[in-house]
């Protein structure tokens, strides 16, 4: 059930983050109508009033200021990230810059691809999402030989032998959300740039070898969405090469700066 306190909460506070990154990337515009003009009766105050006004309007040549949405982590909770981008467009507020993390960077990373939130609602809506967090695949999809070890030996926890007797990395090998990832990406699978979307995208991992941010700004989509919601202990990490991405939530659950400095170098 919606509660109507919660989506009024997070489109003020949508609002608010939206209006900051807007003064923080570019300049200002404020109209003073006619009417407020003829108010001012004092001449000394006159000119005042036309200086104030000339230097807040935007100079010809020059852009309107760009507005850039941070989306955070939070599980299922960064679902509600969905009504914050329908509240955008119901007020006709544009998005410049897109960055997520964990969930947020699922939601924001399909939102670039330039779909818009009531799709991104019924995507939502379609999934078993209970067997993509759970990670077990259904009984009827494995094969006869599969089918026969879960008769032979019932137990839920599977173990590795090719090099040993070693754990799994994690208790969902993310399988069904890197399907889920590639159906809804499947017409963006390698990007120069994640500028090239409808609309420009970063999202952010944790390299685990490092410790450090990742902020994913080219190569696979598919890939950047996986690690960044690689949560440890629940999806097993990405791989690639000697770095190993998990969930960036671990050194920065709320992209702001990562939506800042990109705005103040593009």
């Not at 003829?38 to 309007?57: C, H, V």
């Not at 509600?80 to 006709?92: K, R, T």
């Not at 879960?150 to 069904?176: A, D, M, R």
């Not at 690639?240 to 702001?256: M, Q, R």
Request: proline share 6%.
């Amino acid at each position: 059930m919606r509660c109507p306190f919660r989506s009024v909460l997070i489109s003020a506070l949508a609002s608010g983050l939206a209006i900051l990154l807007a003064f923080a990337t570019g300049p200002t515009a404020q109209a003073q109508s006619p009417q407020d003009e003829k108010t001012s009766t004092s001449p000394a105050a006159q000119p005042a009033a036309q200086n104030a006004e000339r230097g807040a309007q935007i100079q010809p040549g020059t852009s309107r200021p760009k507005i850039g949405i941070a989306l955070e982590g939070g599980g299922a909770l960064g679902l509600a990230h969905i009504g914050v981008l329908q509240w955008f467009e119901d007020h006709h507020i544009p998005i410049d810059y897109v960055a997520g993390t964990s969930m947020g960077g699922l939601v924001g990373g399909l939102y670039a691809t330039g779909k818009s939130p009531e799709q991104l609602r019924e995507i939502v809506a379609a999934q078993k999402w209970d067997i993509i967090i759970g990670g077990d695949i259904p009984y009827e999809d494995l094969s006869y030989r599969r089918k026969e070890d879960l008769s032979y030996i019932q137990n839920s926890l599977k173990l590795g032998l090719k090099h040993g007797l070693s754990t799994p990395s994690g208790l969902n090998s993310g399988t069904e959300i890197s399907l889920l990832i590639d159906r809804e990406t499947v017409s963006y699978p390698s990007l120069d740039s994640f500028d090239h979307l409808p609309i420009p995208f970063r999202c952010v991992a944790t390299d685990l070898v490092s410790g450090k941010e990742v902020v994913f700004s080219s190569g696979s989509l598919q890939q950047a969405l996986r690690a960044t919601m690689s949560m440890p202990g629940v999806f097993s990490p990405v791989r690639d090469g000697d770095k190993i991405y998990v969930d960036g939530g671990l050194v920065g659950n709320l992209p702001t700066e990562v939506v800042k400095k990109w705005a103040r170098t593009s």
